[in-house]
């Protein structure tokens, strides 16, 4: 039999973070513009696919969807009054600070990874992410746990759409068994569960959903669900 678990990313393997906004500023700042938090998160708001989920974008590959947003951060500098000879280079740097971004993984993170691992779970990512957060997980260590990604900048809908998750579950082979963990109520638990999977919520406690404070406790929590 099949067993899989669906991992979300920031806030439940990693820490919640603000990546985009603090590479967009930094990039701003290394050729010497300033950029306030308030108008780069109001900005990136209106155009990070993660917070427009009803968008269908599955006629970009990653690639795509990189150049539709750095489009947009080149409209934005221009707003900003940024010198024409400093827009690209913004953008690049911008990019490259994402993928560079200094995250940081959950402590019990890796040895929970390797738990369900070694009990036959295959271990895969499915995020509203950029498309080289693989790179993130290898830097972090964790990408040997692993089995694959399913990123939404790269399958083009975005968590808690259904596509995503149907998506991810026929690439992996339609496991028998398969868990949905993440932070989220609505993207992870409830975009899960209207894909025939189990969820559970972790770093977060919301009445009438499957909870664990961290991440550890799903030992026991799928443990009750499942004979090893």
């Not at 919640?16 to 108008?39: P, Q, T, V, W």
């Not at 993928?99 to 940081?104: D, G, I, K, N, S």
């Amino acid at each position: 039999m099949k067993k899989a678990i669906f991992w979300d990313s920031d806030g439940t393997l990693l820490y919640g973070n603000e990546s985009f906004l603090f590479s967009l500023i930094r990039a701003f700042e290394k050729y010497g513009y300033s950029l306030e938090e308030n108008d780069a998160r109001s900005f990136l708001r209106t155009v990070c696919s993660w917070f427009i989920p009803e968008k269908d974008h599955s006629d970009k590959d990653g690639e795509a969807w990189w150049h539709e947003l750095l489009e947009e951060v080149r409209n934005f500098c221009e707003e900003q009054g940024v010198d024409a000879s400093d827009v690209t280079r913004i953008c690049e740097t911008f990019r490259e600070n994402v993928v560079a971004y200094e995250y940081e993984m959950y402590s019990d993170a890796k040895a929970v990874l390797q738990y369900f691992k070694e009990k036959g779970f295959e271990n895969y990512i499915i995020s509203n992410n950029f498309p080289e957060l693989g790179k993130v997980f290898e830097r972090l260590g964790l990408d040997t746990e692993i089995s694959g990604y399913f990123l939404s900048a790269s399958v083009g809908y975005e968590k808690p759409r259904k596509e995503i998750f149907e998506y991810a579950i026929r690439e992996v082979g339609n496991p028998e068994i398969k868990y949905m963990i993440g932070d989220n109520p609505v993207a992870d638990y409830e975009g899960g569960l209207a894909a025939g999977m189990t969820p559970i919520l972790v770093h977060n406690v919301e009445d009438g959903k499957v909870c664990c404070e961290q991440l550890t406790d799903l030992f026991d929590v799928v443990g009750k669900q499942e004979e090893f």
